[in-house]
């Protein structure tokens, strides 16, 4: 089903989308919310939002008018989630992530159910979609609504490669494991991924992760997603032997992105080559990582670019030879498909998101079965790049088709989303299927 299928069809569906944080400038989940209410509203959906009031003030100014804005209806804090926030600043950031912000979510996720069902009451809903929080274990209040829930794209819920597990602190092996335990248990008293018709989850890990006990049918659509409005194919480069192969990496510097093995395995590819590595990015983690080069003696081969705005980012990257992302607990690789859709091969961890995005006809995979075949994977797959310039451009070329035909484009996911609506409400008994009265039929958008 089409853009094109779906807009012609009219007022299609009748959707409230419950999302905390809808918001531009907050990043991350908040933003991917801002595309589907976009898309949604180009594809004809009539469309309800339940967010917090946080978020009010910038939405009034992103949407002059009032038909726009009065689609979103927005939950305050009450009296006790305030005194929450004032009693947790004197406890321990993690605690304060743990408990304190826990609880405030659940309470605002029970504020959220309760105006949801006063809309469904109040107009003719078909279906309830929550895409955030994506977390697969946490809690999740919309259910008992009459009417069908549909959550995700889920994802997390990864863990390190076994050959990689000492890189979680005893601290937060302890906290996931009692948190998995203790979910399991919260599930029966909160089951609104339970019960929940659809489940969208953007890997198998992913699916692993979800709690005990699911009812609803799984579907698998990644989480994020690229627009192909800004990151658009480059032209081919130009082969030229005398020009220094261009190695890039983009993202944070944390240990889980695993560039303390990429550096390592890069120095036998300044061994055998005049390969270049840039890296960009920052994070706790850059002083090391700079020591590590210099005691290596690769000052002259990798530089540090820093945080680099967005289009400055995508101009590098068009000007170089090939991405790599070393990361060992990537739920979804965002990166990765941007840089896919510029058109640069890419050479990746074959684990969790990248293993499902990636393909050999567009990149390299390295398993992460041990550190030295982590290291030396790297290594060989970077030196074989930069020996093959026609390679290069083989997979260059066929990076951008697998991202617009793989739902890894936001116009397509969300086309592959609505679909998912249909074929929802499609399994919903004869007496429930309100949304036949748009004289629609799942046939229609086969």
Not at 198 to 203: D, E, F, P, Q
Not at 427 to 436: A, I, M, V
Request: proline share 5%.
């Amino acid at each position: 089903m089409t853009k094109t299928q779906i807009k012609n069809q009219g007022q299609l569906l009748r959707v409230i989308l419950v999302a905390e944080n809808v918001s531009r400038y907050m990043g991350g989940e908040s933003g991917k919310n801002l595309y589907y209410f976009h898309l949604f509203q180009e594809r004809g959906i009539d469309l309800q939002i339940v967010c917090h009031a946080r978020v009010r003030d910038e939405l009034r100014r992103e949407f002059h008018h009032d038909q726009d804005f009065n689609r979103f209806h927005f939950i305050e804090d009450n009296w006790l989630q305030i005194l929450l926030y004032r009693i947790a600043q004197f406890f321990h950031p993690r605690i304060r992530g743990l408990f304190f912000e826990q609880v405030v979510h659940w309470i605002t996720q029970i504020r959220a159910r309760k105006l949801v069902k006063e809309l469904i009451k109040y107009q003719n809903t078909d279906i309830v979609f929550q895409p955030s929080p994506i977390t697969p274990k946490g809690l999740n209040f919309m259910y008992n609504l009459g009417v069908p829930v549909v959550l995700g794209p889920l994802t997390g819920g990864v863990d390190f490669p076994p050959a990689f597990r000492y890189l979680d602190s005893k601290f937060a092996i302890v906290s996931v494991t009692l948190g998995r335990l203790f979910s399991n248990i919260l599930h029966r008293f909160v089951p609104g991924k339970l019960k929940a018709e659809t489940l969208i989850v953007a890997n198998p890990l992913t699916q692993k992760s979800l709690p005990n006990g699911c009812k609803g049918k799984i579907y698998q659509v990644i989480e994020c997603g690229v627009d192909l409005d800004i990151w658009q194919p480059r032209e081919q480069p130009e082969i030229n032997p005398e020009k220094p192969v261009r190695f890039v990496y983009l993202g944070r510097f944390v240990d889980w992105k695993g560039i303390k093995f990429l550096i390592d395995g890069f120095q036998q590819v300044a061994q055998e080559t005049n390969a270049i590595l840039e890296l960009v990015g920052d994070g706790e983690l850059r002083q090391d990582l700079e020591k590590q080069v210099a005691e290596l003696g690769l000052e002259n081969n990798v530089n540090f670019r820093g945080w680099m705005k967005r289009e400055q980012a995508s101009k590098l990257l068009c000007e170089c030879d090939v991405f790599v992302m070393p990361s060992l607990r990537e739920a979804g690789g965002n990166a990765v498909l941007e840089a896919m859709a510029l058109g640069l091969p890419v050479i990746a961890t074959k684990w969790a998101g990248p293993a499902n995005t990636l393909h050999p006809d567009c990149g390299i995979w390295v398993e992460p079965t041990s550190i030295e075949a982590f290291v030396d994977g790297f290594a060989q797959a970077m030196i074989k790049l930069a020996n093959s310039p026609q390679l290069r451009r083989q997979m260059g070329e066929a990076a951008p088709q697998r991202v617009r035909t793989n739902y890894f484009d936001w116009d397509s996911k969300v086309d592959r989303i609505i679909e998912i609506f249909y074929e929802t409400l499609s399994r919903q008994p004869e007496s429930q299927k309100s949304w036949q009265s748009h004289n629609l039929t799942s046939e229609t958008y086969s």
